[in-house]
Every structure is written in C-alpha cells, then in structure tokens.
C-alpha cells in the first residue's frame, strides 16, 4: 500500500547542531508539505513543494530548509537548532491539480537541548 | 481578519450519544473543507472533505454540514464510541488560488465518555 513516512520518529538534538528530518511518500504525489505543531498553535506551515526542484516558504520558515531532488522526498533541514524549534513536526502530500486533500505522516517529535 | 477557528476546544459526550463539532471560517472564496481527527502520538488522519457546491455529506457514521450563508462547517458523528476520541480539526483551501495549501482551525477535543 501506498504510505507516507518519516523518520527518525524521535530526535533529541543540542543547541546549534544540524539536524535533518527525513519525508518518504509513495503515492506519486506531486505536493509536499512540512507542518509543526505545537500546543495553542495548532498545525503551522514551514514549507512546502509543488514537484522536483520546487520549494517554498511557508508562514514559520526562518532556521528551516527543504530541497526536493525526486518525487518521493521532502528533508527538512535545521540549519542550527534552537530550542524554540522543539516541537512535532508533520509532514503531508497531497496529489495536487486542484485535489486539495493533505495525507499526513505520523510525526517526528524533535526536542532540543 | 482571515481566521478558521473552532467554538469549542472540547466537547465531552456519552458514548453511543450523536457529537458535533463545529468550524467557522470567514473567507467566502474558500471552497473545500476537509475534516481531520487526531488521535495521540499520531499524524492527522482524513475524515471527510466536502466542497463548496455542496450543503451536505455523508460517510460512514460522520456527516458534514457546510453553511455558506454563514460562512460555518460541522462535523457531526452518529453513535459516538470510545475510538472516536481524538482532537479533530477542520480545515479550508482557498481554492482560487489553487496553490494545494490547506488553513487549519485549532482543533477540538472530543471526550468520549463510557
């Protein structure tokens, strides 16, 4: 069956370190998104994809990147962790071309030290 | 301002009762609503979307209701069980733009009590 995943599921990381979350679909879908979700925040945009080589900023992307080299792959990369940057963080695809539907992932819960 | 947001951050309900959790959102260009449920430690899960040329529709034991008039959504869940307890969240595109990107409300807690 066709899934989405991501890993590692938890992560614990220092101040200042990089750290790179990892995003697997394999339903072909042509978008891509990074959420985070944080209590009396709800979900949060980071960024997101439309297809191979695209990326874009979403309403909560500074300390934050995504590159997209195929179709199954979107990393998120903390450039220097902060301890503001603890939280869950989800990641979704939706097929696109006007199917809005957001299939999510189970979540990466990151904390840092 | 632009704002989808829940009445309730929860509801607590008799097990086998009806529930129903209502969105309200104020751009009248939106024009796909998705419910989602959450349940804990997991990633949200796709309940049922509906589409703004549509007032009503049904899934397996969850309806929902979309108001434009009012500018208001709800998800209603008949015969309410323990396993439905989660957060759930409503959810809007501006489909205008066609830009895939989705607006999510707070979300709403739903107790099911045995």
């Known amino acids: 069956d066709a899934e989405i995943t991501q890993s590692p599921r938890h992560k614990i990381t220092e101040t200042g370190r990089q750290v790179t979350l990892a995003c697997h679909q394999t339903?072909?879908?042509?978008?891509m998104f990074w959420y985070r979700q944080d209590l009396g925040h709800g979900l949060r945009l980071i960024h997101y994809s439309y297809g191979v080589q695209d990326t874009n900023k979403g309403e909560v992307s500074d300390g934050y990147s995504v590159s997209r080299s195929n179709t199954e792959d979107l990393p998120l990369t903390l450039e220097s962790a902060a301890s503001s940057q603890t939280s869950v963080y989800f990641c979704?695809?939706?097929?696109?071309?006007?199917?809005?539907?957001?299939?999510f992932g189970p979540g990466t819960r990151l904390t840092v030290l | 301002g632009e704002n989808v947001g829940l009445h309730l951050p929860t509801l607590s309900v008799q097990e086998g009762d009806n529930s129903i959790i209502n969105c309200a959102y104020s751009n009248s260009a939106s024009d796909y609503f998705i419910w989602y449920k959450q349940e804990s430690g997991k990633g949200p899960q796709f309940i049922i979307d509906?589409?703004?040329?549509?007032d009503k529709r049904q899934g397996q034991r969850v309806t929902v209701l979309l108001n434009k008039t009012v500018k208001h959504l709800s998800l209603q869940i008949a015969a309410t069980q323990p396993g439905d307890s989660a957060v759930y969240f409503c959810a809007e595109s501006r489909g205008s733009s066609n830009t895939g990107k989705l607006i999510f409300g707070q979300g709403t807690t739903l107790q099911v009590k045995p």
């Open positions: 509906i589409r703004s040329n549509m």
């Open positions: 339903w072909n879908h042509n978008n």
């Open positions: 979704a695809s939706s097929r696109g071309f006007g199917t809005d539907t957001q299939y």
